[in-house]
């Protein structure tokens, strides 16, 4: 009876998890495919959508098939990064597509390192950038290399190395890969040159890494603990959600003394980085006008105050590390989709929204994803 529940609320959390992967791409599906008209996006949307069925009910038995020749993993991991170095170059005028992320990023890197205030300049387009410290502190190293798009191939072999780590099946190695690197919605980071999943694979590689190491005691090394989310935080402002569910539960169990550590390493992380974003603005009105945090903020405030308190309201009752990447996963994906629903109520249509803020939840699907067929690995060797 424990097997069969076991079994069935994990085939539960597998179907869940693959929906939301598939939801995230074929948003990106419709949004780019009604701009063309040499197929039906019907058309298109229903091959899509049978692929991706036959990918979840039959990997399995194809990737345990491939697995057995142990250098089609490194192969594929090989064959797709230098694609995607080959993606990085292939769009190289942004102001004729009207793609406004890497000039974006540019020059805000460009401002960033002259030490002038990079939140009251508009892209080309008419958009402000938003862009936090820690991300320009990753992203700045791709710059110095002359593409800010191997950011994305960085983060691509990043989540690789992750998922070979925590994972010791072949089959689940390479199906969570596989997953990532066939992503209409990752592919399209890399072609414009984007960073926005890649915060949220570091965030998911920091989390795997630090279960890993600290798997009895996630305060080990409080101030180092402290430095690493100071840093982490200030990449994206979502990241807060799966730490949240992360490290609160422990965070209050822990003693005082690590408590504190951890309150002041990250206090010096997150102020200094902070300030060489903050310090060149004229004035703390024109902090307040030209606010990097509201200009990341997609919903309205109250929606972002919901889903922070569902957060925390969750966080109590994590017990497993899989159960963050389950509940990142939906909270993430669900708050993003809220904001889509805000601008269908505003009158925009589909081809105008911005569907990519879905697949800040595609790292915490496939990894979360990779954890049910992993459980299916197990519960078939209870007794």
């Not at 592919?187 to 949220?200: G, Q, T």
């Amino acid at each position: 009876m424990e097997k069969l529940l076991s079994r069935k609320w994990n085939q539960s959390f597998s179907v869940i998890l693959f929906i939301l992967y598939t939801a995230i791409n074929l948003s990106f599906l419709i949004k780019y495919g009604i701009r063309q008209s040499f197929v039906s996006i019907y058309l298109l949307a229903a091959v899509f959508i049978i692929v991706h069925f036959f990918i979840f009910k039959y990997s399995s038995r194809i990737f345990s098939k491939l697995t057995e020749k142990p250098f089609i993993l490194k192969a594929f991991i090989v064959v797709v990064t230098l694609a995607y170095i080959g993606l990085a170059h292939v769009l190289k005028d942004p102001y004729k597509l009207n793609i406004d992320r890497w000039q974006t990023m540019e020059y805000s890197l460009r401002h960033w390192l002259h030490g002038k205030y990079i939140y009251d300049t508009k892209n080309f387009v008419g958009n402000y950038p938003s862009y936090l410290p820690g991300q320009l502190l990753v992203a700045v190293i791709f710059f110095f290399l002359g593409n800010v798009g191997y950011l994305q191939v960085a983060a691509f072999l990043l989540f690789c190395y992750t998922i070979i780590k925590e994972f010791k099946s072949r089959e689940i190695k390479l199906l969570g890969i596989f997953l990532l690197g066939v992503s209409l919605s990752y592919i399209y980071e890399v072609v414009c040159k984007s960073d926005l999943i890649s915060s949220f694979i570091i965030v998911s590689a920091f989390i795997v890494y630090w279960h890993r190491k600290f798997e009895k005691d996630y305060f080990k090394n409080p101030f180092l603990l402290g430095l690493l989310l100071g840093f982490v935080c200030l990449t994206r402002s979502v990241v807060i959600i799966p730490l949240i569910l992360f490290f609160m539960k422990p965070f209050l169990a822990t003693q005082m003394a690590n408590k504190v550590k951890v309150g002041i390493g990250f206090i010096l992380t997150f102020s200094l980085l902070l300030a060489t974003v903050l310090l060149p603005a004229k004035d703390f009105d024109y902090i307040l006008k030209y606010n990097p945090l509201q200009l990341q903020g997609q919903a309205n405030k109250y929606v972002t105050l919901f889903f922070l308190m569902i957060t925390v309201i969750l966080a109590f009752y994590v017990r497993r590390i899989e159960q963050v990447f389950y509940l990142s996963s939906v909270i993430i994906f669900t708050m993003m989709a809220s904001y889509i629903v805000e601008t269908i109520m505003r009158g925009w249509t589909f081809d105008y929204m911005n569907v990519s803020y879905l697949a800040t939840a595609l790292p915490f699907c496939i990894i979360g994803f990779c954890y049910t067929r992993q459980k299916d690995m197990e519960i078939e060797n209870i007794p």
